[in-house]
């Protein structure tokens, strides 16, 4: 990610005007306190004040939190909508009523003209629109966010429909993320203890917009689910027009048939709802247990429902990979849950979270998973709802503070809004029969006695190869050794500041050492000079060593005392953290 001083002198320059855009909109939603708190430049009381009394001000003083911020980003534009519908998808980093709020988040985009538009195209297609298409419509189906969207006629008669980005989309979108960069610098210091980092989560927002703007991306997702579901003749892709397609184009077939988000459910027949949702699961369930690739937001405004109960998935912009590991992960959560072994979907759930041992309270966490797996124990494997598993291990891991792979979470998301959708369709239809098969598959992937058997054997080979460069390894270790190369480096927690206490501890000796020198010296010399009458310069020197050794000894009272109060403070600051931790 840039920093600050890598962003050239011209574009912070040009920038400037955007932070002082962004930090009005915040001030007047409500959000001046935190703008000002941020280090966003001096915003005193007076440059508050200015800011409200701008035209436009906003009256939301009794709107909650969560409304006040998602108008906000409708009003900052393209990058902030997209930041909170991205946002929405990801519960691991934001508030559930949040996520909710921000997933209403729409765009009030105006249009671009259609001249502007041809021009584009032109652009992107190097001059040959009008060989590539007999006809592209001047209205727009859609003008969001990031693209507009035309129907079109390709060369050979076909409906297709065109995508193209905006063309200011790339630069505003840089601008912006550069001022979200900068707010997130400036708070990264105060929420390092958390264990949150902002510029991460910025840095990964970035690259997720820039993938956002280049549409071979989704275009490439797209043709790979066409593919992946070419065998299922309930589920579809759009076909991808790859002669029209760049960075800054998609243009794909166009789908026939309802977008499912604008269709009454009660003007669809029950059995073809059934279908539709029969469908929807078996997509999902496929893409996420067994393809490992996943569309990430399968909700109705994504769907084309046809009249036999077939359906069409589109914008595959947003998609999540599961890998064979995460995936066995799942397995031996659900197997654990099943056979009632709290300590196995434990382990799973700390895998699935990366989380050490060491960085958890162990015992805790097993009496919280023991609580969830008692849930479902007794069902059989092929009734145990594993979208509610996964959530309920997920709210678990949040309330340690672990926090799970975005992939994960968009997941756990994906079959959430499969199920809602289901729920909207047919509350009576159980979604869980479209899920047995690629459970059965997954557990049995990972526990069946063929599968074992490979497991063992693929051990067995580990160990042979291990035994087999052994010899070289030791040969190499003993030459190193004998020319004097080995060298051995360890790290002990806490080291430093036991070193630190010896070399305190040993101050500490030396100064009452001396102190005890100086007072034994002083009385030598005193005794020595007992019954003279008249002041000697043995007496004085004796009496100046007592005055030094009670100035060293008051001196060394007040470090003991000041060092005393010192270690009370860490032990507690760190009793403090250990049970942030254990929360």
């Known amino acids: ?178 001022a979200i960069a900068f707010v997130a610098r400036l708070t990264e210091e105060r929420l390092a203890k958390s264990g949150f980092s902002p510029t991460e989560i910025v840095g990964e927002f970035r690259e997720e917009l820039r993938r956002e703007t280049n549409l071979t991306i989704e275009a490439r997702s797209t043709d790979r689910m066409r593919r992946s579901f070419a065998d299922d003749p ?52 496929r893409q996420t247990l067994e393809l490992g690739f996943f569309h990430a937001d399968p909700h109705p405004g994504n769907i084309f429902v046809h009249d036999d109960g077939r359906i069409t998935f589109i914008d595959c912009g947003m998609v999540g990979r599961i890998g064979a590991d995460a995936r066995q992960r799942i397995a031996e959560l659900v197997f654990g849950v099943a056979t009632g ?77 499969i199920e809602g959708v289901a729920r909207d369709l047919d509350p009576d239809y159980e979604i869980i029969e479209a899920a047995k098969p690629f459970i059965f598959r997954l557990v049995n992937d990972r526990y069946s006695p063929k599968a074992l058997s490979k497991r063992v054997l693929n051990t067995l080979f580990s160990y042979a190869e291990f035994v087999d460069s052994l010899p070289k390894q030791v040969n190499g270790l003993l030459r190193k050794l004998r020319l004097g190369e080995a060298k051995v480096n360890f790290h002990v927690e806490g080291i430093e500041r036991f070193r630190m206490s010896v070399e305190h501890t040993a101050t500490t000796v030396s100064y009452a050492l001396l102190i005890s020198a100086l007072l034994l010296a002083s009385s030598v010399l005193i005794h020595a000079t007992r019954g003279e009458t008249e002041t000697t310069v043995v007496g004085t020197l004796g009496l100046g060593g007592f005055l030094l050794a009670g100035f060293l000894s008051l001196g060394l009272i007040w470090d003991i005392w000041r060092t005393r109060r010192g270690v009370q403070r860490n032990v507690r600051e760190e009793e403090k953290e250990e049970r942030q931790k254990r929360r």
């Open 1 to 178: 990610m840039q920093n600050a001083m890598e962003i050239p002198i011209a574009r912070r320059l040009k920038n400037a005007a955007r932070y002082r855009e962004v930090i009005g909109v915040l001030a007047r939603y409500g959000f001046a306190s935190f703008v000002a708190k941020s280090g966003f430049g001096p915003l005193r009381k007076a440059n508050v004040d200015w800011l409200y009394s701008r035209d436009g001000t906003v009256d939301l003083s009794e709107a909650p939190f969560e409304v006040r911020l998602r108008k906000a980003f409708e009003e900052l534009g393209p990058t902030f909508i997209k930041i909170g519908q991205i946002l929405s998808t990801r519960r691991d980093l934001i508030p559930d009523s949040l996520a909710d709020e921000f997933a209403k988040l729409q765009a009030d985009c105006p249009k671009i003209p259609f001249d502007r538009v041809r021009a584009a195209l032109d652009e992107q297609l190097k001059g040959r629109t009008d060989e590539l298409f007999q006809w592209i419509d001047p209205e727009p189906l859609a003008a969001a966010s990031m693209a507009q969207v035309h129907s079109a006629v390709w060369k050979d008669g076909t409906e297709v429909v065109v995508k193209l980005l905006r063309p200011d989309a790339a630069d505003q979108i840089e601008a912006d993320m550069d």
């Open 341 to 417: 072994d709290a300590r196995m979907v434990m382990r799973a759930a700390m895998k699935m979270g990366n989380v050490e041992p060491d960085d958890i309270d162990e015992r805790s966490l097993l009496d919280d998973v023991q609580e969830v797996v008692d849930q479902f124990v007794g069902r059989p494997i092929g009734e145990i709802d594993i979208a509610a598993v996964l959530d309920k291990f997920y709210q678990i891991l949040r309330e340690y503070q672990v926090r799970c792979p975005a992939d994960m979470v968009m997941l756990i998301k994906a079959m959430a809004t």
């Open 234 to 285: 309930g589920i579809s892709f759009p076909h991808v027009y790859w002669e029209a397609t760049t960075p800054g184009l998609l243009t794909i077939e166009r789908v026939k048939g309802k977008l499912l988000a604008r269709t009454p459910y009660e003007s669809i027949p029950l059995e073809t709802r059934r279908k539709i949702i029969g469908n929807g699961a078996r997509a999902v369930f």
